[in-house]
């Protein structure tokens, strides 16, 4: 039998000081109590950057203006298959706030890197902390 299949739109949203926006899963929700980049599921004939905006302004209340493709993630869990498709979010308007009670963090790279998330965010988490590691080599 064919697992069912997921298509996920997630954004990378940073504050001015460079911290990125995470969210903590309840614990009610599959792979609950994780910690997760904002965004939700594709629904049905609806297009990628669509899906980013209503799943950004359904969980945070923010009106998305710019967001650019980042990466994709494809990943096998037992019961599905789970495609991320990692968008950087430029440009917003408003405060996030946590419009479904999830609680809500800014972390910067090296706190990101030692929090839980769901297996497929790994490769989000290890590419935010190379990119990092690369931005610091060119200051220095």
């Known amino acids: ?5 997921l298509d996920v739109a ?3 949203i940073r504050n001015e000081e460079g911290e990125i926006l995470i969210a903590l899963r309840s614990v009610t929700q599959d792979q609950g109590g994780l910690w997760e980049f904002p965004g939700g ?7 990628l950057d ?8 359904e969980e945070l209340g923010i009106l998305v203006y710019e967001a650019n493709p980042w990466m994709q993630v494809h990943h096998e869990y037992q019961k599905y298959h789970v495609t991320l498709h990692v968008w950087n979010v430029v440009d917003y308007d408003l405060e996030p706030i946590a419009e479904e009670g999830q609680l809500l963090r800014w972390v910067n790279l090296n706190i990101l890197a030692t929090l ?3 297996a497929a965010n790994y490769a989000v988490v290890e590419a935010l902390v190379r990119q990092g590691e690369s931005a610091e080599d060119l200051s220095s």
């Not at 599921?41 to 297009?47: P, R, T």
């Not at 669509?50 to 302004?57: G, P, Q, V, Y």
């Open 1 to 5: 039998m064919a697992k069912r299949h």
């Open 10 to 12: 997630c954004g990378i």
């Open 41 to 47: 599921k594709v629904e049905y004939s609806e297009s």
């Open 50 to 57: 669509d899906a980013l905006c209503r799943e950004l302004k």
């Open 116 to 118: 839980d998330f769901p």
